[in-house]
């Protein structure tokens, strides 16, 4: 089944304590991308990969970290979270960049940092 | 700033009716998606129209894009109490360079009342 697959799909951390959330699709997708979603502002783009080893920065990548060793997966870094990161965060990807293709979400990652 | 708006924040009608959400977006775009959302779920995709398309159907879905209005639209005909989620659009700003970056807006909360 194609997918993509989010872990762990609810975290309750401490400030500080770095963190990662692991990101996997099965589609030999591209492009691939991370968001978080918060009530009133909507969902926002972290960062987005266009293929191995390339990466940029979305919408709102501070305190964030990325990288793209292998295709299939794209881990979401947070080397010192804070509760300002406190949001539900998921995952995308597509065939290619840009929106001349179906994004295909994870099932997303809710993360409360006390 | 969000590049997507939907209008309204909020909609709420009888199983039946038809409902209609817009998306108003700042800047030229190559395409613009619409997304529905299950509660805390992850976004799924529903219909892609190009920038020199000017309506698409997809069942009872329909969507209109006005470039000179920098607008779109969603019906969705014949509501089902299934529909309740929220809708969002998302674009891929015309930058004229490499970026890829993907805007999503604030997202409309449809309710349909059985």
């Known amino acids: 089944e194609a997918q993509v697959t989010q872990n762990p799909r609810y975290l309750i951390t401490v400030t500080g304590k770095k963190l990662t959330v692991t990101c996997s699709q099965n589609?030999?997708?591209?492009?691939m991308s991370w968001y978080r979603q918060d009530p009133g502002l909507g969902l926002r783009q972290i960062y987005y990969?266009?293929?191995?080893?390339?990466?940029d920065k979305g919408d709102v990548p501070e305190g964030y970290k990325v990288s793209r060793k292998e295709k299939r997966n794209f881990p979401l870094i947070l080397e010192s979270p804070s509760p300002n990161q406190t949001s539900l965060y998921f995952c995308?990807?597509?065939?290619?960049?840009?929106?001349?293709?179906?994004?295909?979400f994870g099932p997303g990652t809710r993360l409360t940092v006390t | 700033s969000q590049q997507g708006e939907e209008d309204p924040q909020a909609l709420s009608i009888q199983e039946g009716e038809n409902a209609t959400m817009n998306c108003s977006y700042k800047t030229s775009i190559n395409n613009l998606q619409w997304y529905r959302q299950n509660s805390g779920r992850g976004l799924v995709h529903l219909i892609l129209i190009r920038s020199n398309e000017r309506e698409k159907h997809s069942g009872r879905l329909r969507v209109t894009l006005d470039t000179s209005k920098k607008s779109s639209s969603l019906l969705i005909t014949a509501s089902r109490a299934a529909d309740t989620a929220s809708y969002f659009c998302?674009?891929?700003?015309?930058?004229?360079?490499?970026?890829?970056?993907?805007?999503f807006g604030k997202g409309t909360l449809l309710t349909v009342n059985p």
């Open positions: 995308a990807s597509s065939f290619r960049p840009g929106l001349d293709y179906e994004q295909y």
């Open positions: 990969s266009m293929n191995v080893e390339v990466t």
């Open positions: 589609m030999n997708h591209e492009y």
């Open positions: 998302a674009t891929d700003p015309n930058s004229g360079g490499s970026n890829y970056k993907l805007t």
